[in-house]
């Protein structure tokens, strides 16, 4: 009975260990995503914000239905440049708010996988002695 408690035990240190490197992993992944957002975004989104023009022809392409209601027009000059900035502003923002999100999810995670770790880790320990 004691070598099966040991083996148990062990097993799931072993898992907790698995899961404190993959949690680990993604945790700083996410902290890159705090601390540089901008180098995180995605190709696509990256394109569409890098000038005025890539940044007008997304506006048509989403919004391709509303032009042609004529419920919308898209913006030109000083106008298009600011909504392109508020828009990568808002990008930004946003990205860095769900790597925060993540940052503190792994945190609690990383914390459970200690404290499961410990625990099994004592009765290995205990086990070992008997």
Known sequence: MRKTVEVYALTVC??????LALATGSMLWSLVKVLA????ISEHEYKVHKSDDAFARHLEANNRYKIEKEQYQVPVGADLTAEREHSYEMLIDAGRH??????????????????VYWFHWRIVNREKKE
Request: one cysteine or more.
């Open 14 to 19: 072993f898992f907790t260990m698995a899961c």
């Open 37 to 40: 957002p901008a180098a995180t």
């Open 98 to 115: 769900g790597a925060l999100r993540s940052v503190l999810s792994m945190l609690v995670i990383i914390l459970v996988d200690i404290v």
